[in-house]
């Protein structure tokens, strides 16, 4: 079953503005990933942040994950249209082995020129 | 050194046809997972590899569908009897040692079965 699930499952911006998008799950993690997908083929890695970490950095990204309410939020400063993909958090969970990944439907991120 | 790669890019098949995807994963990586994505979805775990054994099949729909990595690095997924529902992207990943690391993805193999 699906346990990331990102909120919005949509969002259009003007290139400039910031973007957050945010992802709750169900069970204790290792840790969250969030990835960029476009045009439906390979996933680009983007940010990992461990059950241990409140708040990552990484460019114009900036993730921040609180265990207590089970929920992740990735914003991206300064959107470029370039930006233009989806966006989805996988989780690591504890109790898996061999840190098979879940996750959610993703956010479908539309940045325009 | 390069990235995860998978081949074929694109397969199309028919019903009934025997499919096997490759997955060359980064070279030093121990873990090697794979997951099918269909239209609109996010990505679900088939199987994980630690070297040459699968460690975790939990994820693999049937007995249809079977995969292997011999020599510990490239592995295959092999598809019987494909069916329609079988249409989807099935991408590969692979991380240094498995627990608890980044896993890196290839472009994907978008099957599809008419």
């Known amino acids: 079953s699906q346990q990331g699930e990102e909120d919005p499952q949509a969002l259009s911006i003007q290139e400039g503005e910031n973007a957050t998008m945010n992802c709750s799950y169900k069970?204790?993690?290792?840790?969250l990933q969030w990835y960029r997908q476009n045009s439906g083929r390979g996933l680009v890695h983007l940010i990992l942040i461990r059950s241990n970490e409140r708040e990552k950095h990484s460019g114009r990204l900036r993730v921040t994950l609180d265990t207590s309410k089970k929920s992740s939020s990735l914003l991206i400063t300064a959107s470029r249209a370039a930006d233009t993909a989806s966006y989805f958090c996988?989780?690591?969970?504890?109790?898996?082995?061999?840190?098979?990944?879940?996750f959610g439907e993703g956010t479908q991120l539309t940045v325009n020129p | 050194g390069a990235g995860v790669s998978q081949t074929p890019s694109n397969k199309v098949t028919e019903k009934g046809k025997y499919v096997e995807l490759r997955c060359d994963p980064i070279s030093g990586h121990t873990a090697l997972y794979w997951y099918r994505q269909s239209l609109g979805q996010g990505p679900e775990f088939l199987i994980y590899f630690q070297g040459t054994g699968a460690a975790d099949d939990s994820g693999l729909p049937n007995d249809r569908f079977f995969a292997v990595r011999p020599e510990g690095s490239v592995s295959t997924l092999k598809i019987q009897r494909t069916e329609r529902g079988d249409s989807a992207v099935y991408l590969c990943?692979?991380?240094?040692?498995?627990?608890?690391?980044?896993?890196?993805f290839g472009p994907g193999t978008r099957l599809l079965v008419l």
């Open positions: 990943a692979s991380s240094r040692q498995g627990v608890g690391e980044t896993q890196y």
């Open positions: 069970t204790s993690i290792n840790n």
């Open positions: 996988a989780t690591d969970a504890r109790e898996t082995s061999g840190s098979r990944l879940t």
